[in-house]
């Protein structure tokens, strides 16, 4: 097995049990949750030079001014997520970022869509992401507040980027009884979940929270 995925020192397997320890520890209680934040090597995602806080619960930067959120967020919003759904879901993820987030959520359903909206970012993921072997998985580098229409309807979303608001588009392409889970805001931002039924959006509040702005366009 590659050494590099395996890990040693501060990125060992050990580590990562701690780190998920700390999240039962926060209130994060689905098995199958942590059962994914176990198995997925967070090392692997980040710059070589952070590895050593890979399992630290805080938020990195990666490349191009954008970050990996922190263990218990991820395990957070996939907990939420993942409270609504069946494995057999479709899951669209707007910002793939690093892939963090976009490995945990393979581990969990039944095929997961990905969108990023910079090139040369998600140029990186893709390799980071092939080391897994994760067959269940389709990105795309697009603007994701569009979506991802030629897949549609899915039944649940996740947005990694905190939008002003629900971005229109997506709600079209939520099927009936989906959810949609994001931060929401500019300057103060709140974790919500939408949740569709019939031509009514049901809308919960969660807890305040921390995002880089949900951004229009690609960037080459």
């Not at 869509?113 to 040369?120: G, K, Q, W």
């Not at 929401?184 to 509040?205: A, C, F, P, W």
Request: glycine share 8%; with cysteine; charged share 20%.
């Amino acid at each position: 097995m590659n050494s590099k995925l395996v890990g040693s020192g501060m990125t060992s397997a050990r580590t990562r049990e701690r780190m998920v320890q700390r999240l039962g520890d926060a209130g994060i209680s689905n098995l199958h949750i942590l059962e994914a934040m176990l198995h997925v090597p967070r090392h692997l995602f980040v710059d070589e030079a952070l590895a050593h806080r890979a399992y630290e619960d805080v938020a990195l930067p990666i490349a191009y001014n954008q970050t990996i959120s922190q263990p218990w967020i991820v395990a957070r919003m996939t907990e939420v997520l993942y409270s609504h759904l069946s494995p057999t879901a479709s899951v669209l993820e707007i910002g793939t970022g690093c892939g963090y987030q976009t490995a945990i959520l393979a581990r969990l359903f039944r095929h997961v869509y990905s969108i990023e909206r910079i090139a040369p970012l998600l140029e990186r993921t893709k390799g980071r992401l092939k080391q897994l072997h994760i067959a269940n998985l389709s990105l795309k580098c697009a603007d994701g507040s569009f979506g991802w229409s030629q897949h549609a309807p899915f039944d649940g979303m996740i947005i990694t980027a905190a939008a002003p608001q629900l971005p229109a588009y997506l709600v079209k392409q939520l099927a009936e009884g989906g959810v949609i889970v994001l931060p929401e805001g500019e300057n103060t931002q709140m974790l919500k979940v939408y949740r569709k039924e019939g031509d009514r959006l049901h809308i919960s509040e969660l807890e305040a929270v921390r995002f880089v702005p949900l951004l229009p366009g690609i960037e080459r």
